[in-house]
């Protein structure tokens, strides 16, 4: 087994599930779509202390673009990457059953972001960095997300910290785990010690302003607790 077995695993996992998702049907790949659209973490946490009024955003693991449409007002635009076709294909009925037509959708293969340098004030994820449960390629993201961002622009996400009840597999931090089978909550990644990321992020990448926010887990997840994570490139 070895990273791109992982990344076949993942793509086809999410071009399944995404087949099953319409505008009456939103629960497939996201999960409790409404429920977390309306948890209020996401408003308080996801872009704190900054003004995106003018700014551009990417969102890495888009999905159906569930939160290109919830945040669309507080940008100039987001664009979205994602590494299956069929989430691409349902988010772009989804911005336009939202009145939402000026997002450009990228499809990636996992790991790279097929974007030019410096081009977006702000990255952000969600629900989408956890599922990862190989720390090489979660590495191989979070230097690309540098690699895209302008000057001083934002790294902003949130993932799930200090592990799951323990018959929930789960991979601790530095794990490859290259043969696992499921994804999506299946076989997550819990952060054991938040130092882990403090190292990836700053002393590894060279972000700066690191901030963080520890707070209750989002509907339908089972980690302990949830990281809200604010970086500038």
Request: glycine letters at 6%; one cysteine or more.
């Amino acid at each position: 087994m070895n990273e791109q077995t992982y990344l076949n695993m993942q793509k086809t996992y999410y071009e399944n599930h995404a087949q099953a998702w319409s505008l009456q049907n939103r629960d497939p790949v996201v999960g409790s779509y409404d429920l977390h659209n309306n948890w209020e973490d996401y408003n308080q946490y996801l872009f704190k202390n900054f003004d995106t009024t003018h700014l551009t955003a990417l969102e890495y693991g888009c999905g159906p673009g569930r939160n290109i449409i919830k945040f669309n007002n507080r940008f100039s635009r987001i664009d979205g990457v994602d590494i299956a076709q069929n989430n691409l294909e349902k988010a772009r009925i989804n911005l336009s059953a939202n009145n939402i037509n000026n997002s450009i959708l990228y499809l990636c293969d996992g790991k790279d972001i097929p974007v030019d340098d410096d081009s977006y004030d702000v990255v952000f994820s969600t629900i989408c960095l956890q599922h990862i449960a190989c720390y090489d390629i979660r590495f191989n993201i979070f230097s690309n997300i540098k690699r895209v961002l302008k000057p001083n622009g934002y790294f902003c996400f949130q993932m799930g910290l200090w592990g799951k009840p323990s018959h929930i597999n789960t991979a601790k931090y530095y794990e490859n785990a290259f043969d696992v089978t499921s994804t999506n909550g299946d076989h997550d990644v819990s952060i054991e010690n938040e130092d882990y990321l403090k190292d990836d992020l700053i002393t590894k990448l060279g972000f700066k302003n690191y901030q963080s926010d520890i707070r209750p887990t989002g509907p339908g997840d089972t980690h302990t607790n949830w990281i809200w994570v604010q970086v500038q490139k």
